[in-house]
């Protein structure tokens, strides 16, 4: 796993400089942000202190520091981590954001009494899950929330595509991130809350990109706006839905330590 750190690493380190001008303002992973950045906002309250794991260049950290949340991001990156802290620094938040470059498997090392912690765009979906979860099973607080987003192993939109004779089928177990394959494990909602141990308790569950087309389908999406739309206030409405749940470009799971 050392190495598939390392290669990670590698490849988020090439991608980091144009990460928020390409990905960042991509409408589906826009979407996916907004959908997750609302459910931090009801899960840590001003002056709650939480881990970010895999924190890419820092908007969910800015977002919820806006909000008077105490941050301790971390990424496996050591170029998205010091995008993140030149981001935190032009906010005037960084004495509410500790930054470092630090693989998630390590999270324990960050401390102890933590009040959350949260994942956001599959930035497990290469790490070791056992090892996340054992790590955070001793930062966080008995009762802290947790909330985690993974990327999906059979997207909706994509399976319809297959059904119809389009392009559908299963993502690759490397995908390329810049010009760099990493291997990706693929996930469903039952898969990660197994993966990550007994050490929390699983309440909730929900899909990103159940019925809109992922960030991949950023060319459709912007040839079909009023249609992307239409899309996702309908997904919005569906997407805890038992079954749906588990279609999701992304899947997203809620809970808390024992």
């Known amino acids: 796993m050392a190495s598939v750190g390392a290669t990670a690493a590698r490849a988020f380190d090439t991608l980091a400089p144009a990460y928020d001008e390409g990905f960042g303002r991509n409408p589906a992973g826009l979407l996916f942000r907004h959908v997750f950045q609302e459910r931090l906002r009801l899960l840590f309250p001003r002056g709650a202190r939480v881990l970010d794991l895999g924190c890419g260049t820092g908007e969910d950290a800015v977002f ?36 470092e470059a630090r693989a998630a498997e390590d999270v324990a090392a960050a401390g102890t009494g933590f009040d959350g912690a949260f994942s956001d765009f599959g930035a497990l979906n290469c790490a070791a899950l056992g090892a996340v ?51 990706t494990r693929y996930l469903g909602a039952a898969e990660l809350r197994d993966a990550l141990g007994p050490a929390f308790e699983w ?56």
Not at 165 to 182: F, I, Q
Not at 206 to 220: I, K, Y
Not at 234 to 253: F, K, M, T
């Open 133 to 183: 979860g054992d790590g955070l099973a001793r930062a966080l607080r008995p009762g802290a929330r947790v909330l985690v987003s993974a990327i999906g192993r059979w997207p909706l939109p994509a399976l319809v595509a297959g059904w119809l004779g389009l392009t559908g089928r299963a993502r690759g177990e490397s995908p390329r991130v810049g010009d760099v394959s990493v291997p």
């Open 64 to 99: 919820l520091a806006s909000l008077g949340v105490r941050v301790h991001a971390m990424d496996i990156s050591p170029a998205m981590a010091e995008r993140t802290r030149a981001k935190v620094e032009r906010a005037g938040l960084g004495a509410l954001v500790d930054v």
């Open 203 to 258: 309440r909730d569950a929900f899909a990103l990109g159940v019925l809109v087309p992922g960030p991949p389908q950023e060319g459709w999406i912007g040839r079909h706006p009023l249609a992307f739309g239409a899309l996702a206030a309908v997904e919005g409405i569906v997407r805890s839905w038992p079954g749906l749940r588990e279609l999701g470009d992304h899947v997203v799971v809620a809970g808390m330590r024992r």
